[in-house]
């Protein structure tokens, strides 16, 4: 049955031909659409994560949900043996603290609230990565009196690198302190709602305009995304729980699910799309094939084969050009991914973003994989519903088609 199955598909060149471009198209377009939004998703999660999250966020409990209202209340005290502690975790990369703070900046003509950070800089330029400097560059550990802000703070106070400003703000102990600062840079991450209030300092600097020598928040640069969830359950079971809490990237980045979530949904619809075309175009190619075969199945039935033996038959010559097909549309997606990446795709920035992107096709197995297995079961599907059809027609019905 298999030898009849392949000579029937080299006799049959046109329609074999046709249904091996449907489902190789279908295929090719599946493997190219799960690629974008693969790389689409990788390259956001990175972003936010180099940005400015990191990958565990660790705080004295409580401070998520009440410490903008009471922020000195949730200071962590002498942090660095539980820096040297958390150092050692397995996938560790960098441990830093950050002190955070209210303020106003002031360029000398006009005012405006700002919310800040004290952060070990040279750390921070390792995990932002992903920060796009518009003017100037990171702070280092050298810059005592620097700042650097985020682009809007910089549009609305119409500050460049070079610049002095005012960075005045309230003490723990209802004192007002200020201090000016050169204007070392202006940054830009993946959220444009934190680069219009966001601006950055020294640890030190900070510590010493607050008078207080303690931190708000340790942040934790993996080696491996991946690992994420298994070193924060590790850093959970060291830590007091009554006393810490442990964030992830994802508990932090709530416009990240919302996005993944909106372009899950519209990639969603046009894979579903993609199917239907697949589906139609195999269903349309068999439908003909078999009709100009009626005969020839009538005949079959006549000299005394069996409706489940052409069943069979159907099935496997549809199997084998499913195969066929999955195969080649593998290899011509895979081709098309990596051409399509060595040119790159502007992409537009999505939402709450202020700056665009280059995405490429990521070339993943498991994308592959379900994409041939999609083409594959739709080519059955299509095979199926025909041969229902054939093995149920009245003999003499077939034989006319010969006449």
């Known amino acids: 049955m298999l030898k009849l199955a392949f000579r029937n598909l080299f006799r049959q060149r046109l329609r074999t031909a046709i249904t091996l471009v449907a489902v190789a198209f279908g295929v090719t377009m599946l493997i190219l659409s799960g690629g974008f939004v693969e790389d689409m998703f990788n390259q956001l999660r990175e972003s936010t994560i180099h940005s400015r999250l990191g990958h565990i966020q660790i705080y004295k409990a409580g401070y998520p949900e009440r410490g903008r209202s009471d922020p000195f209340h949730y200071l962590i005290q002498n942090p660095e043996p539980l820096e040297a502690q958390l150092a050692a975790v397995h996938h560790v990369l960098r441990v830093m603290t950050r002190l955070q703070f209210s303020a106003v900046l002031n360029n000398g003509r006009t005012d405006l609230p700002v919310e800040g950070a004290g952060v070990e800089a040279d750390k921070e330029r390792e995990l932002g990565s992903a920060v796009t400097w518009v003017a100037g560059g990171p702070l280092s550990d050298k810059d005592v009196d620097g700042i650097v802000l985020g682009e809007g703070v910089a549009k609305a106070l119409r500050l460049k690198p070079g610049d002095q400003a005012t960075l005045m703000l309230t003490t723990p102990d209802g004192a007002l302190n200020s201090q000016y600062f050169n204007v070392v840079g202006i940054f830009r991450t993946v959220g444009k709602d934190y680069d219009d209030h966001a601006v950055q300092i020294g640890l030190a600097a900070a510590q010493d305009l607050l008078a207080v020598p303690a931190v708000h928040s340790i942040v934790l640069l993996l080696d491996d995304t991946r690992a994420t969830a298994a070193v924060a359950a590790s850093i959970k079971s060291l830590l007091p729980a009554q006393q810490f ?16 979530q909106l372009y899950q949904r519209y990639f969603g619809v046009m894979r579903f799309i993609i199917l239907v075309m697949v589906l139609l175009g195999v269903l349309n190619s068999i439908v003909l094939s078999i009709y100009e075969r009626t005969g020839e199945f009538g005949t079959l ?3 005394g084969n069996r409706g489940t033996e052409l069943f069979r038959l159907i099935l496997l010559e549809n199997g084998l050009l499913g195969l066929f097909g999955c195969a080649a549309g593998a290899v011509l997606g895979v081709v098309l991914a990596k051409f399509i990446s060595a040119i790159g795709i502007p992409m537009p920035p999505p939402p709450n973003m202020s700056s665009g992107y280059t995405a490429l ?13 999609t083409g594959y079961c739709a080519t059955l599907a299509a095979a199926l519903v025909v041969a229902r059809r054939v093995v149920r027609l009245p003999i003499v019905d077939a034989l006319r088609h010969n006449i």
């Open 245 to 260: 809490e442990v964030k992830t990237w994802p508990e932090l980045a709530d416009f990240y699910d919302k996005t993944v």
């Open 361 to 373: 096709i990521r070339v993943v197995p498991s994308v592959v994989f379900t994409s041939m297995a």
């Open 301 to 303: 039935l006549a000299l």
